[in-house]
């Protein structure tokens, strides 16, 4: 021990953290903003000193990486093991640490209970994003069994007092909630088998009186596919921390000798200037360590999904109709939603025969896809291939395929069950089913894939917990099947926004956001999603007239304009639009793509709630251009609306104000609209002073453009 570093410090630009190594383990001694050189370590170990207290222990057991019960820790142990010896008391020393530039490896070991403990910590070097994964092995001959392992337990400072979390169901996502961080634990946890609507695995906490424009804040995000638990604890003795690991079932994970098992990543980000920009850290690390291509590499094409337009009613000369009917909208992408295997009228039969159905399409998909390319759009086609219904030729061959539990019915969900996929043979016809039709029709360059159940009774084929091992086995086929057609994409979808993560990121290329096409609804969604994820992502659909989910009836104009915000598309039955919303389409899909370099490339600046508007812009990097939304929600109660103020410009650039959207207006009375277009006006006077907004009819999107002269 000696020998090790006393301390650690990781730095860039933008944060600074600090780890503490005096102690058996390494605990996170500091983590905010960046200290300069002549404030050393050792001057904050000083300052951290603790005295004994009443009635309490003479040291208190540290708040480390990973806490566990060895160290004697009262608050939630980051670790949980059990063996035949005494393996739950683990305790263990540091033996290394490995320093790289901005990425550390801590390893310690036990080697009374012969078990290893690594942690790694890197800094990103251009954003504060900081990640952190933790690995537990067993070096001994008795077997180990992982109740829990988590990616990194952070202490925060106590001023930090506020936790943002985001809850919901379907199709109402990302829903945010503020309350106070009280004493005792604030604990989420999601056993659905998938990311889930109502437990999204990430939370923010700020103090009192940060913004989105100022203030400090620290975001977390666990990178899991399923099963997660996190938590934020205030212990008795005043000290708080966060902690993110994946749940397991009991027995999920039992370690022979020489095995191992690595935690989900933990992602955390801070920002000392407002919520925004600690959105844009996220933003800015996605796009440059996660994403395949980029707003430059290849623009993200408008998307044409068919689900909405007809559902299951598939025929040919129909769907050929709906590609004549988009494309000259500015259509890029024909996506074939649900509707096209063998035996699929509706949604009680043929999930798992993943053969194109010779009854609806007796010359399979090479006519309709031949049309949609001569159109000159890209085709994309649908799969849930995770499901298998009990009425299909698969689940009758091969019943024990699916996940159970031996004398447990299955719960009803959607009239299907969930295949088990640490089956080799399940995964083996999975990838050759696919894989056959990416090879007939090689034309396809684009796979929706869907998942659209809980995970009710994950027992595998040996009657064992299966969760940890089924997301293991979903990232490689996905995976796999890129391999095998390079270049295709491929979108995450569970429901809408059910399984949205940095676990499923890496493998695939954007979300379907929110089964919800509402564009009301779909302004709080995505300004939720928004706090970690970009725009580029964020499958986000023009909906018909009126939603089929809520049943409002809500303008094109609007219905456009929240739209134009994400991965823009149209799900619609076209051919019910009148003349004004074609041309109206066609407008904003042009807007779109004028201005998506900005939308999925620029930052990020969200304006406050007022609980009546939800209204954001994006700034290019060089602060040259930007594009600005107000969306009015609810009518004020005043006679006019507050002032916009715009947002992340800079103060000594002279910029000319446009109004892009929309083209026409229905006003009152005249206006600051007649007043303001094509004006120059200075960075400081549209961010200080503002803009009067005009007297509007709620449920109004106005969009401006903003250009440095």
Same mark, same amino acid.
């Given at each position: ?27 996170? =001694? ?7 050189? +002549? #404030? ?89 994003? @900081? ?14 069994? @992982? ?15 506020? *936790? ?21 634990? /604030? ?17 923010? #906490? ?11 804040? /620290? ?28 749940? %397991? ?45 980029? +707003? ?14 007809? /559902?299951?009613?598939?025929? $040919? ?69 995770? =499901?298998?219904?009990? !009425? ?13 539990? &031996?004398? &447990? ?16 043979? $399940? ?9 056959? *039709? ?22 595998? %084929? ?15 086929? *996905? ?24 676990? *499923? ?17 779909? %302004? ?21 007239? !009126? ?13 456009? +304009? ?5 991965? =823009? ?40 709630? !007022? ?24 009518? #004020? ?14 103060? &000594?650039?002279? /910029? #000319? ?53």
């Amino acid at each position: 021990m000696s020998s090790l570093p006393t301390f650690i410090k990781l730095s860039n630009e933008k944060t600074t953290l600090i780890f503490d190594c005096q102690g058996r383990m390494p605990s996170l =001694m500091y983590y905010g903003a960046v200290l300069n050189d +002549a #404030t050393t370590p050792a001057m904050l170990g000083i300052l951290s000193t603790r005295q004994e207290a009443k009635c309490a222990p003479v040291i208190e057991p540290p708040i480390s990486l990973v806490p566990t019960h060895g160290e004697g820790v009262t608050g939630s142990p980051g670790l949980q093991v059990h063996g035949s010896k005494d393996q739950w008391s683990a305790g263990f020393e540091l033996t290394a640490i490995e320093q790289d530039g901005l990425s550390v490896v801590f390893k310690a070991s036990d080697n009374n209970r012969e078990l290893t403990l690594i942690t790694k910590v890197t800094l990103d070097a251009d954003t504060s994003v @900081v990640s952190y994964q933790s690995t537990v092995q067993n070096d001994g001959s008795d077997k180990v069994n @992982v109740n829990f392992l988590n990616a990194a337990s952070i202490p925060l400072s106590s001023h930090v007092d506020t *936790i943002r979390s985001f809850e919901g169901r379907w199709s109402s996502e990302f829903v945010t909630s503020d309350q106070e961080w009280n004493f005792g634990s /604030y604990v989420r946890e999601n056993r659905r088998g998938k990311t889930s609507h109502d437990t999204f695995p990430g939370l923010i #906490t700020f103090p009192k009186g940060t913004t989105e424009q100022q203030g400090e804040c /620290y975001g977390f995000h666990l990178g899991a596919s399923a099963n997660h638990s996190i938590r934020a604890d205030l212990m008795a003795d005043g000290r708080r921390y966060v902690q993110f690991g994946e749940l %397991l079932f009991p027995g999920e994970v039992s370690l022979a000798e020489g095995e191992s098992y690595t935690s989900p990543v933990l992602y955390s980000g801070y920002a000392s200037e407002g919520l925004s920009l600690l959105s844009q850290e996220f933003h800015n690390y996605i796009r440059a360590n996660i994403l395949t291509h980029s +707003a430059e590499s290849k623009p993200r094409p408008v998307h044409y999904n068919t689900w909405e337009g007809i /559902y299951f009613d598939h025929d $040919v000369d129909t769907l050929k109709t709906l590609a004549d009917k988009v494309a000259p909208l500015g259509i890029e992408r024909f996506v074939l939603d649900d509707g096209w295997f063998k035996g699929r009228r509706h949604d009680h039969a043929g999930l798992g025969d993943w053969f194109v159905d010779e009854a609806i399409y007796p010359d399979g998909l090479d006519p309709l896809i031949d049309h949609v390319t001569g159109l000159g759009m890209e085709f994309g086609i649908w799969f849930e291939p995770e =499901m298998v219904n009990p !009425d299909s030729d698969l689940f009758r061959a091969h019943p024990e395929w699916a996940l159970q539990t &031996n004398n &447990n019915p299955h719960v009803p969900f959607r009239h299907q069950y969930v295949l088990d996929l640490t089956n080799p043979e $399940v995964v083996e016809y999975l990838y050759k089913v696919i894989t056959d *039709i990416l090879t007939a029709y090689p034309k396809i360059s684009y796979i929706k894939w869907d998942m659209n159940r809980d995970v009710n009774h994950p027992g595998n %084929l040996d009657g064992q917990p299966a969760m940890h091992g089924q997301m293991q086995a979903l990232y490689e086929l *996905i995976d796999r099947v890129k391999a095998a057609r390079p270049g295709i994409e491929i979108e995450s979808c569970c429901s809408g926004g059910g399984r949205v993560d940095l676990g *499923i990121l890496p493998h695939t290329d954007r979300f379907w956001t929110s089964d919800s096409n509402d564009a009301l609804d779909r %302004l709080y969604i995505q300004r939720g999603f928004s706090f970690f994820f970009p725009s580029e992502v964020m499958g986000a659909h023009v909906g018909p007239r !009126d939603c089929h989910i809520t049943g409002r009836n809500l303008s094109i104009e609007l219905r456009s +304009a929240v739209a134009m915000f994400g991965h =823009m598309g149209i799900e619609m039955d076209p051919r019910e639009l009148t003349d004004h919303e074609q041309e109206t389409l066609k407008e904003a899909i042009a807007l779109y793509k004028a201005h998506r370099h900005i939308t999925h490339g620029g930052d990020l600046f969200r304006m406050d709630d !007022d609980g009546l508007n939800v209204n954001f812009g994006y700034v290019s990097k060089d602060k040259s251009e930007a594009l600005f939304a107000y969306n009015s929600v609810k009518e #004020t109660t005043r006679t006019t609306p507050n002032k916009f103020q715009f947002v992340g410009l800079d103060p &000594n650039k002279s /910029y #000319t104000l446009s109004r892009v959207w929309p083209n026409t207006l229905k006003e009152y009375s005249p206006s600051i609209l007649q007043k303001t277009d094509g004006q120059v006006f200075t960075g400081e006077a549209l961010m200080r002073f503002g803009m009067q907004l005009p007297v509007l009819f709620p449920q109004t999107s106005l969009i401006y453009s903003v250009k440095a002269v």
